[in-house]
Each structure stands twice: as structure tokens, then as C-alpha cells.
């Protein structure tokens, strides 16, 4: 019986999910492991795309820009970005750069539009001040950027509004030869840059008279209306020589504010945007998106009159980023879908002064409200991997909140667990082609889809093991490339995956006592990991850790895990369950099946856990 009881587990075990114990005949060694297993690599599906978006240039080359601001023209959408090359923590951008896509997934670089230097904008005081700007389409066909850049003495200095004119919407764009809004034109506060980050809405009102509206400001915020021209500010108070600012109606420029605003305060980077019915019209209210308080977070406001310039405060939409001090949104409608774009620094070497556009869909409350929108590392077009340890728990970061404080950044050294309950928004993972190499299809990064931009990093090891933290790619050094790779293997257990670190060859990931660690002595079953695909193909919902019993051994039901895999590709832990554990016989040797009941989706399951008792002396052998 003996005999035939060790062939059948050997079958559960080699074939099935490998959840149980096992009793190897002799200790399995590290040498053991490497012979055995060193070229049985296993390629995971890995996710090429995903967020960031953009980030590259013609020859595939990462390409730093933020700012985003997008343009929707007939059936392509064009999003332009601020280039970015400082090799430090400050700003330093040549040109503005414009993308495009047909579909929101497949992108492809276009130009530069146009350079920030004082050939092409003879009124800019240096050639690196590429602040942000957004491309509006006029009724004569044309296309006109309205953009931030530093300006010269002879024009006021500090920063002010330009804009430049194309036939195209991918450029090139010709400056006007002015500034549209001097800083000298508004009133000053304690620095020369309140007149940056401009924004362009443009409609027409019951009466068919079109109306162009621009927007702008950094810790204060303005309105003007255009004219017909595009390229100048329309007279509102019959005093055409001279711009006039105030807070009513009547004045060229408008001074805002925000009501009810619960303690946060306007920082920069407005954008406008109002919903459009099926036919195109637009109603309700106006919207307006910005960047608020410091780490930057995301958040808009609304109005009836956009031109009253006063808002009521809607919420904020987005934490600080993981990885970038600012961020700048562009919001707009592709295809009966809404879009929300934004930067972040998960680039490698990434920063606020290194940016990369990201993008989200968001959709708006029947009462025009807005829930917040969630950074992830997949985007529209990345996947998102579970991955479980031999006993079904999840590998997660520990739950942390993206802080204001500049002082926690950059984020590095996090720790990760591996928990059945942890929090679903940290136990999802974007499987990537491997940074210090992506040509080799069995090497993989492993990118926080919660905290994007931040990867599973390999810690330096003493006495045979290491730390494996959450950090980001700050240096984008090879160091940081190795440490953030891993080599796929067959699960050394049978079944899954096994992740060997490149940085350290013989150290492979495991998971012991809720820790993801890093060893080179560790035991088939604790270096063998399920990723989501593999996770599919199981035939139950139910784990069970434990499944080998002596006779007279009390059946405990504490180590039950259920979870289910939802068409729409989440995970939902199941709570509360009954079994039938007191109807098993534990004093007869044997094959039993212990029943599990629960219920999901309104729906009653039942899923079987083969458990197997043999007598005590047979444990011993």
C-alpha cells in the first residue's frame, strides 16, 4: 500500500499545483539545483509597453519629456512634450517634441516642433527653457502652440507666454516674433514665474460666435480671451494699448480663485476640458485640471462661466508620483473614451527634471464628479501578474503612502512581503524584459504596478542570504540593472517559476515566513513561484498548505486559502467558507476529500482538497 500511496503523490506532485508536503529522499543541494536546472530557462509573457508611453526617440532610445499636453485632430491623436536632458536636479530642455497615435496603444515619435533656443524665439533669454505648452487647432486650418519660456531683459524677464503657427500639427511652428502674455503683464509675486503652463479651450457659444479662451499660472492663475487671430488678447475694456488684470469681467486678464479648496493650495499646471454629447456639442460644466500643494499632487475644480475664473473645488485625482517632485496632466476624449495623461520619473534615471508621459483611462460620475485616478505601470496596454509562493501567498510591498516630504525621495529599500491578504493594489506586478539585458528573453524586471517606477531589487549578501526590497532606478547605472534582473528558470519544485538575481548567479528568491528574500541554499518549494498565467490553469480555488496527515492527527482547516480568478483578470479573496473536516475519518490510513463551500458573485462553489493520512511510522521513513 506504502508503495502505491508514494507513486500517487509523486503524481500530485510532479503534475499538479505542488501546494502540499513533500519528503525528498535525500537533501536537495545548491549544486543539485544548478545541474539540474541552470539551462531549463522558462520565458515569462512580459509586458513591452505599458507606462510609460512615450519616453523615446526616432532610433528607440529613451528620450526624457514631460509637460504633456495632447491635441485630438480627426482620427489621430498628437501628444507633446517637453524635452528633457539635465543630467542633474534642474530643469533643462532644448526643444519640444510631438508623438502620435491612431489608436492609444501604438505610438510613434513625429518631430520636434520647435526649438527653444533664440534663433527660433528671438525674445528668450537663454536656450534651454522648454516649459510647457499645448497645440489648439483654429477654424483656418492652422495650428497655434502656446508655450512658457524664460524671457529676455528688453521684454520683462522671468517666464512668459509665446506662440508660435504651423501648417501642420506636427510642426515645424514659427514664434510670432512676441510674447503673447509678458510676466511684466501680471501682477508679481514673490518670483518672476507665475506666467507658465498654458492651456487653450476653444468653442462656440448658442449664438454660433467661437470663443478661445487661454488659461495659465503658478500659484496664481489667469484667463484671457482670445481673438479671431489666434495670436493676441482680445480688448475687454475698451482700452486696446494696454492689458488690464483684475477678478471681474471687463478686464483683459482675469485673476482666479478656487472656493471650498479643503486646505490645498494652487500650484501650477492648468489644463481645460469640458464633455462633449454624441454629436460633438459640449455641455455642463467646465472643468479645469492642476497641479496642487508640493510634493505635486493632481486635482480640478469646476465652473458654469470660465471666464468669471471662479472655480468650486472638485477633489484631488492623483497622489504624488513615486518617482517625480511635479506633475502636469493633459485630460481629453478619444473614441467615446476619456484619458487622463500625466508624467512620472519611472524611467531609469528618472526624475522631476528626467520625465516620461504616462496615460490612464478615468471616466466621470453620473453627477459629474470624478473618483481618483490611479497611477500604474501598465497603462492602457502593459499586464498585470499575480505572483504567489508555493503556499498561495501573494509577493507585495508592504503598503506605504507617496508623501509630500521631499526628504522620503527617492524611494529606496522598501520591504516586500509575501501575504495571501495583502492589499490588492500591492500584490500586482508588471513583468518587464529584463534591464540588464532585454534581448535575452528569459531575463525579466519585475515593476511595482502600484508604485510604478519602483522594481524588485536584489540586496548585496552576507552569510548566504539578502534582503530583496522595492526601489526605483535612480542612477540608471548597470549596477541598479543587474540588481533590479532576474533570470527565469523552471520552478525548481516542478511546476512555476524560479528567479535567479543576475547580479548575484546561484542566489535565487524565496519566500519564508511572509519575506521575499534572497538565498543560495534555499529549498525546492520556497524558490518556486506561480505568475498569474500559470495561476489559470489551476483546477481549484482552494489552497491548502498542509495535506499529510498521521493517523490521529487532528484535520485543521486555519491554513485555507481561497481566492478566485475573475474574468477581468482580478483576484478576489474568499473570507468566510464552511468544510467538512468533521466528517472525515483521521484515524484510517487512506486518500479522503475534504469539501470546501463558499460563495462569490451570489454563486455557491465546492472545491475538493485531497488529504492524505499514513501512519507515523511511515513520516519517519
Same mark, same amino acid.
Given at each position: 500500500?506504502?508503495?502505491?500511496?508514494?507513486?500517487?503523490?509523486?503524481?500530485?506532485?510532479?503534475?499538479?499545483?505542488?501546494?502540499?508536503?513533500?519528503?525528498?529522499?535525500?537533501?536537495?543541494?545548491?549544486?543539485?539545483?544548478?545541474?539540474?536546472?541552470?539551462?531549463?530557462?522558462?520565458?515569462?509573457?512580459?509586458?513591452?509597453?505599458?507606462?510609460?508611453?512615450?519616453?523615446?526617440?526616432?532610433?528607440?532610445?529613451?528620450?526624457?519629456?514631460?509637460?504633456?499636453?495632447?491635441?485630438?485632430?480627426?482620427?489621430?491623436?498628437?501628444?507633446?512634450?517637453?524635452?528633457?536632458?539635465?543630467?542633474?536636479?534642474?530643469?533643462?530642455?532644448?526643444?519640444?517634441?510631438?508623438?502620435?497615435?491612431?489608436?492609444?496603444?501604438?505610438?510613434?515619435?513625429?518631430?520636434?516642433?520647435?526649438?527653444?533656443?533664440?534663433?527660433?524665439?528671438?525674445?528668450?533669454?537663454?536656450?534651454?527653457?522648454?516649459?510647457?505648452?499645448?497645440?489648439?487647432?483654429?477654424?483656418?486650418?492652422?495650428?497655434?502652440?502656446?508655450?512658457?519660456?524664460?524671457?529676455?531683459?528688453?521684454?520683462?524677464?522671468?517666464?512668459?507666454?509665446?506662440?508660435?503657427?504651423?501648417?501642420?500639427?506636427?510642426?515645424?511652428?514659427?514664434?510670432?516674433?512676441?510674447?503673447?502674455?509678458?510676466?511684466?503683464?501680471?501682477?508679481?509675486?514673490?518670483?518672476?514665474?507665475?506666467?507658465?503652463?498654458?492651456?487653450?479651450?476653444?468653442?462656440?457659444?448658442?449664438?454660433?460666435?467661437?470663443?478661445?479662451?487661454?488659461?495659465?499660472?503658478?500659484?496664481?492663475?489667469?484667463?484671457?480671451?482670445?481673438?479671431?487671430?489666434?495670436?493676441?488678447?482680445?480688448?475687454?475694456?475698451?482700452?486696446?494699448?494696454?492689458?488690464?488684470?483684475?477678478?471681474?469681467?471687463?478686464?483683459?486678464?482675469?485673476?482666479?480663485?478656487?472656493?471650498?479648496?479643503?486646505?490645498?493650495?494652487?500650484?501650477?499646471?492648468?489644463?481645460?476640458?469640458?464633455?462633449?454629447?454624441?454629436?460633438?456639442?459640449?455641455?455642463?460644466?467646465?472643468?479645469?485640471?492642476?497641479?496642487?500643494?508640493?510634493?505635486?499632487?493632481?486635482?480640478?475644480?469646476?465652473?458654469?462661466?470660465?471666464?468669471?475664473?471662479?472655480?468650486?473645488?472638485?477633489?484631488?485625482?492623483?497622489?504624488?508620483?513615486?518617482?517625480?517632485?511635479?506633475?502636469?496632466?493633459?485630460?481629453?476624449?478619444?473614441?467615446?473614451?476619456?484619458?487622463?495623461?500625466?508624467?512620472?520619473?519611472?524611467?531609469?534615471?528618472?526624475?522631476?527634471?528626467?520625465?516620461?508621459?504616462?496615460?490612464?483611462? /478615468?471616466? /466621470?460620475?453620473?453627477?459629474?464628479?470624478?473618483?481618483?485616478?490611479?497611477?500604474?505601470?501598465?497603462?492602457?496596454?502593459?499586464?498585470?501578474?499575480?505572483?504567489?509562493?508555493?503556499?498561495?501567498?501573494?509577493?507585495?510591498?508592504?503598503?506605504?503612502?507617496?508623501?509630500?516630504?521631499?526628504?522620503?525621495?527617492?524611494?529606496?529599500?522598501?520591504?516586500?512581503?509575501?501575504?495571501?491578504?495583502?492589499?490588492?493594489?500591492?500584490?500586482?506586478?508588471?513583468?518587464?524584459?529584463?534591464?540588464?539585458?532585454?534581448?535575452?528573453?528569459?531575463?525579466?524586471?519585475?515593476?511595482?504596478?502600484?508604485?510604478?517606477?519602483?522594481?524588485?531589487?536584489?540586496?548585496?549578501?552576507?552569510?548566504?542570504?539578502?534582503?530583496?526590497?522595492?526601489?526605483?532606478?535612480?542612477?540608471?547605472?548597470?549596477?541598479?540593472?543587474?540588481?533590479?534582473?532576474?533570470?527565469?528558470?523552471?520552478?525548481?519544485?516542478?511546476?512555476?517559476?524560479?528567479?535567479?538575481?543576475?547580479?548575484?548567479?546561484?542566489?535565487?528568491?524565496?519566500?519564508?515566513?511572509?519575506?521575499?528574500?534572497?538565498?543560495?541554499?534555499?529549498?525546492?518549494?520556497?524558490?518556486?513561484?506561480?505568475?498569474?498565467?500559470?495561476?489559470?490553469?489551476?483546477?481549484?480555488?482552494?489552497?491548502?498548505?498542509?495535506?499529510?496527515?498521521?493517523?490521529?492527527?487532528?484535520?485543521?482547516?486555519?491554513?485555507?486559502?481561497?481566492?478566485?480568478?475573475?474574468?477581468?483578470?482580478?483576484?478576489?479573496?474568499?473570507?468566510?467558507?464552511?468544510?467538512?473536516?468533521?466528517?472525515?475519518?483521521?484515524?484510517?490510513?487512506?486518500?479522503?476529500?475534504?469539501?470546501?463551500?463558499?460563495?462569490?458573485?451570489?454563486?455557491?462553489?465546492?472545491?475538493?482538497?485531497?488529504?492524505?493520512?499514513?501512519?507515523?511510522?511511515?513520516?519517519?521513513?
Amino acid at each position: 500500500m506504502r508503495k502505491k500511496l508514494l507513486a500517487g503523490l509523486l503524481s500530485v506532485m510532479i503534475g499538479g499545483c505542488a501546494y502540499g508536503q513533500f519528503i525528498f529522499a535525500k537533501e536537495i543541494t545548491t549544486a543539485d539545483m544548478k545541474s539540474t536546472y541552470e539551462v531549463k530557462t522558462k520565458t515569462l509573457n512580459k509586458s513591452e509597453s505599458g507606462n510609460p508611453f512615450l519616453g523615446f526617440d526616432e532610433n528607440g532610445e529613451i528620450l526624457y519629456g514631460g509637460d504633456p499636453s495632447v491635441l485630438v485632430d480627426g482620427d489621430t491623436v498628437y501628444c507633446y512634450v517637453g524635452h528633457d536632458v539635465s543630467p542633474g536636479e534642474w530643469y533643462s530642455m532644448p526643444d519640444w517634441k510631438c508623438y502620435s497615435s491612431k489608436d492609444m496603444v501604438n505610438w510613434e515619435y513625429e518631430s520636434t516642433i520647435l526649438k527653444a533656443d533664440r534663433s527660433n524665439i528671438t525674445w528668450a533669454n537663454d536656450d534651454l527653457s522648454a516649459w510647457a505648452g499645448q497645440v489648439a487647432k483654429g477654424s483656418n486650418g492652422k495650428y497655434y502652440f502656446y508655450y512658457c519660456t524664460e524671457t529676455n531683459r528688453a521684454n520683462g524677464g522671468g517666464k512668459s507666454i509665446g506662440v508660435a503657427v504651423s501648417e501642420s500639427p506636427t510642426g515645424p511652428f514659427k514664434d510670432i516674433g512676441k510674447p503673447l502674455v509678458k510676466n511684466i503683464d501680471t501682477p508679481n509675486g514673490p518670483h518672476t514665474w507665475e506666467d507658465i503652463d498654458p492651456t487653450i479651450w476653444i468653442e462656440k457659444d448658442d449664438d454660433g460666435a467661437e470663443h478661445r479662451y487661454l488659461g495659465w499660472g503658478n500659484t496664481r492663475f489667469f484667463i484671457c480671451e482670445l481673438n479671431e487671430n489666434m495670436i493676441s488678447i482680445k480688448d475687454q475694456d475698451g482700452n486696446p494699448d494696454k492689458l488690464s488684470v483684475g477678478f471681474d469681467k471687463g478686464h483683459d486678464i482675469v485673476i482666479g480663485k478656487i472656493n471650498n479648496f479643503q486646505g490645498h493650495t494652487f500650484t501650477e499646471a492648468p489644463y481645460y476640458y469640458r464633455m462633449q454629447d454624441e454629436s460633438g456639442n459640449y455641455y455642463g460644466p467646465y472643468y479645469m485640471f492642476f497641479a496642487c500643494d508640493w510634493r505635486e499632487q493632481l486635482a480640478y475644480a469646476t465652473t458654469e462661466d470660465i471666464m468669471s475664473n471662479e472655480w468650486e473645488f472638485g477633489g484631488v485625482l492623483m497622489e504624488p508620483s513615486a518617482t517625480a517632485n511635479t506633475n502636469h496632466m493633459a485630460v481629453f476624449d478619444f473614441r467615446g473614451q476619456s484619458y487622463f495623461v500625466y508624467h512620472d520619473g519611472s524611467l531609469p534615471h528618472g526624475s522631476g527634471y528626467r520625465r516620461a508621459a504616462c496615460v490612464e483611462k /478615468f471616466n /466621470f460620475n453620473k453627477d459629474g464628479t470624478i473618483d481618483p485616478i490611479k497611477k500604474t505601470a501598465i497603462g492602457l496596454s502593459g499586464t498585470a501578474s499575480w505572483i504567489t509562493d508555493n503556499d498561495g501567498n501573494y509577493i507585495a510591498n508592504k503598503s506605504f503612502i507617496n508623501t509630500m516630504n521631499d526628504g522620503d525621495y527617492p524611494i529606496l529599500g522598501k520591504e516586500l512581503v509575501s501575504d495571501f491578504y495583502a492589499e490588492e493594489d500591492t500584490c500586482t506586478w508588471e513583468i518587464k524584459p529584463g534591464k540588464a539585458d532585454k534581448k535575452k528573453a528569459e531575463y525579466v524586471s519585475i515593476e511595482s504596478n502600484d508604485k510604478p517606477g519602483l522594481y524588485l531589487t536584489a540586496g548585496k549578501p552576507s552569510k548566504g542570504t539578502a534582503n530583496v526590497v522595492l526601489s526605483q532606478d535612480v542612477q540608471g547605472s548597470d549596477d541598479e540593472a543587474l540588481r533590479m534582473t532576474f533570470k527565469t528558470l523552471e520552478g525548481f519544485d516542478g511546476t512555476g517559476v524560479t528567479f535567479e538575481s543576475v547580479k548575484y548567479p546561484g542566489y535565487y528568491l524565496f519566500s519564508k515566513g511572509g519575506k521575499l528574500l534572497l538565498g543560495n541554499e534555499p529549498d525546492k518549494k520556497a524558490v518556486t513561484f506561480y505568475v498569474s498565467t500559470d495561476l489559470a490553469v489551476k483546477t481549484s480555488n482552494t489552497l491548502k498548505t498542509k495535506r499529510m496527515y498521521s493517523v490521529g492527527e487532528t484535520l485543521n482547516t486555519d491554513d485555507i486559502k481561497i481566492q478566485m480568478y475573475m474574468e477581468n483578470g482580478k483576484v478576489v479573496k474568499i473570507m468566510n467558507f464552511t468544510t467538512d473536516a468533521d466528517k472525515i475519518d483521521m484515524m484510517k490510513e487512506g486518500t479522503k476529500n475534504l469539501n470546501v463551500t463558499y460563495e462569490a458573485g451570489g454563486q455557491s462553489y465546492t472545491d475538493s482538497i485531497e488529504i492524505t493520512v499514513v501512519t507515523a511510522d511511515y513520516l519517519r521513513k
